[in-house]
């Protein structure tokens, strides 16, 4: 059984270079893009309008920014084109900046690429182009967990050679789990209280873009120039299925993945300009929109809102794409208008 998603607004031209990267609060959505300027547009009217421009957030523009899922979305963190980590803070609608995290000046460590915040806003995951995962304490400001990926040396030194580029990470929402996607197909699985690696997981051997765990953390899923979505469970560390589409032509590559609030359905934006929507349990996709001509970067589902929203917005799933068209399109379930 399909499901039927309406295009309700897009904001033309939100940025004038390509928009890479989402984040969105219970209110309202970051973006970030190729300008020294984040975004944030308001996802509680029906225009969905511009209601802060943080400016020279990044001087170089701006790949990735994160906010953390279930979480109330007062913290956010944002990695420049530089190197840096911005961590910001929402007081009274506003967002101000925090603090920073410089570009490490350790030799073979990396320029850090991607990033991800715990449910509770306390921790904050970053990977490097050298294959490493950092986690800070954004309390206390201070690095608490180093993992590697690198095989070890030949040299019996005890030292590793550096790791493939980390793409992508997620932490799970219970804080347990730390998870990574790197430019040589493989995916790793951190345990944070014990503060090693607990999996390796095969199944991909291209780039891998995105990875998300589940809300309930139970399964996560990575994807990437394969062009598609491997789905594992976190009980035993088991490549349980994949999500494809049944097409005879090469598939694109998917750039970002995201689950839905109760872990039903993911929703992934690819290089061919397509946004689709997957039942997991299912193992289909029972929903496609042609978004673009241009690839998009960012796909998000928006969180679902405990308080009244604009008249003509209605009650259903919403999730927003953007790309390669510099646009922020917003979509709505059509039930439940």
Known sequence: MSKQYLTIHSVDQAHPTEIFSLAPTPNAIISASGSSSLKVHSTTEPTFPLVQTIKDAHKL?????????????????????????????NSNSEWSLSFEISPSKEEGTGDVWAVALSENQ??????????????????????????ETGASSSGGNGETS????????????????????????????????????VYSLSGLTKPVRSVAFSPGCKRLAAAGNAGIIAIYDMQHGEHVSNLTASSSTRPAWITSIDWNDTGEYLLSGSQDGKVKVWDVARGVCVATHSE??????????????????????????????????????????????
């Not at 953390?68 to 910001?88: D, L, Q």
């Not at 306390?122 to 993992?147: C, F, M, P």
């Not at 809102?305 to 604009?310: D, K, Y």
């Open 122 to 147: 306390n921790y904050l995951a970053a990977t490097t182009s050298g294959g490493r995962i950092h986690v800070w304490d954004l309390a206390t400001k201070e690095k608490v967990q180093s993992y």
């Open 61 to 89: 523009g701006c790949h990735h920014v994160c906010t953390a899922k279930g979480s109330n979305g007062t913290t956010a963190a944002s990695v420049g084109f530089g190197g840096e980590i911005k961590v910001w803070t």
């Open 162 to 197: 550096g790791g493939s580029f980390a793409m992508a990470v997620d932490l799970s929402r219970d804080g347990k789990f730390t998870a990574s996607g790197h430019e040589n197909g493989s995916v790793y699985v951190f345990n944070n209280d014990a503060g090693r690696m």
């Open 292 to 337: 673009s001509e241009g690839g998009l970067w960012a796909v998000k589902w928006l969180p679902k809102s405990e308080r009244a929203l604009a008249p003509g917005m209605g009650k259903g799933e919403m999730f927003c794409a953007a790309g390669a068209n510099k646009s922020l399109t917003f979509y709505r379930e059509a039930t439940g208008i």
